[in-house]
């Protein structure tokens, strides 16, 4: 949050950007891979995300299925410490109620502080595959917003068991999703907004959007939740279209839409380089537009290979 407010007093906008934890068998080189080249627009945190367990089924020579729980791509603490090694950068952990208990959730936030990890983004997580909706654990928290209470309560101080109250103070900046196209589970996006509007209340410093691929939405999400009384900086996120297979993969997962000029083009081009070339060339319009109307920062989402995201910081920032 202080890299914000110093980015809008400076005028500025900061790039920054997402990263996964490698499957799981990989090495950590492969993310120096992608990270190495974008330091060179000085990002001054960079996201990691965390996956938790997934049923995962595999078909057996007799037909049967078999069902697993496996969690593909473990380590996001671990990366968090090597960023700060490595690139002297603020890490940002995603920290999520789904898999945790109230008291896993400060132990997580425990091993944060003894790091030197000062920020996190609080979100629910998804429900597993097989189950309609979200379950959170036997005493876990059902919403970001009781996260979000639980990490504010550990920066006064005050831990689950009261006996322990002392003057260990975390000191969490703590920032939260925000879905311009609405969550897919809200009945509409003002309900979500005034959800949203939950989770500041309780304390959070920053909002992430969800990855949009229409400015307009943005923007308009903005005023929406201004009109709404909340007044923290909302930081857009990108994502440039990749492949053909984002087409249907982005809607899907992330509950978008595409506008049709950029749907058609990738429809029609004639290979994966060209959508990545389409892809670049739309994200950088796209942060063009919100540097231009003064964002503080301008948020990309990697998944993977960043030479696109490169090509983008390398025209703007
Ligand atoms: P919440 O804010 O809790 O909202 C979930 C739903 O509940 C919404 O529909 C909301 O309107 C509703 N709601 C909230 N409070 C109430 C209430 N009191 N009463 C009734 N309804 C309510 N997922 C991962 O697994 N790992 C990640 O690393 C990860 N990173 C992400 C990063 C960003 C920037 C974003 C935008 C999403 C990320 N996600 C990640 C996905 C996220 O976990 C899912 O979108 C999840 O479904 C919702 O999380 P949330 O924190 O927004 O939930």
New binding site residues.
């Given amino acids: 949050n202080q890299h914000i407010e110093e980015a809008q007093k400076k005028d500025k906008t900061l790039f920054t950007f997402?990263i996964l934890p490698p499957l799981k068998g990989q090495t950590i080189h492969d993310i120096y891979g992608n990270i190495d080249p974008l330091m060179e627009f000085k990002p001054p945190f960079i996201?990691v995300?965390?996956?938790?367990e997934q049923v995962v089924y595999k078909r057996l020579s007799n037909g049967l299925l078999e069902q697993k729980v496996v969690r593909k791509r473990p380590g996001t603490v671990g990366i968090c410490a090597a960023l700060m090694n490595r690139y002297q950068v603020d890490p940002v952990p995603?920290l999520?109620?789904?898999g945790f208990s109230k008291e896993d959730t400060e132990n997580a936030l425990i091993d944060l502080h003894f790091l030197g990890v000062e920020n996190v983004?609080?979100?629910?997580?998804?429900g597993m595959q097989d189950q309609m909706y979200?379950v959170p654990e036997a005493d876990g928290h059902?919403?970001?917003?009781e996260l979000v209470g639980q990490i504010v309560k550990m920066n006064k101080g005050e831990y689950l068991d009261e006996e322990l109250a002392n003057n260990a103070a975390t000191n969490f900046s703590i920032g939260?999703?925000?879905?311009p196209e609405k969550?897919?589970?809200?009945p509409s996006l003002n309900?979500?907004i005034s959800?949203?509007k939950?989770?500041v209340d309780a304390g959070a410093d920053y909002i992430?959007?969800?990855l949009f691929f229409d400015n307009s939405k943005y923007f308009e999400f903005v005023d929406k939740c201004r009109n709404a009384g909340i007044n923290v900086p909302i930081i857009p996120?990108l994502k440039p279209i990749a492949t053909k297979k984002h087409l249907s993969m982005l809607p899907h997962r992330f509950h978008v839409d595409l506008p049709d000029e950029l749907a058609m083009a990738v429809m029609q081009a004639k290979d994966n380089a060209t959508v990545r070339q389409i892809g670049v060339e739309w994200a950088t319009q796209q942060a063009k537009e919100l540097k231009a109307a003064g964002i503080p920062v301008i948020?990309f989402y990697s998944m993977g290979k960043s030479d696109n995201i490169y090509a983008i910081a390398k025209e703007l920032f």
Avoid: I, M, P, W
Wanted: hydrophobic fraction near 30%; glycine fraction near 10%; proline fraction near 0%.
């Fill in positions: 997402e996201n995300t965390y996956h938790r995603h999520l109620c789904g983004l609080a979100l629910r997580g998804d979200f059902t919403y970001a917003s939260v999703a925000g879905y969550h897919f589970e809200a309900v979500d959800n949203l939950r989770k992430v959007t969800q996120g948020h």
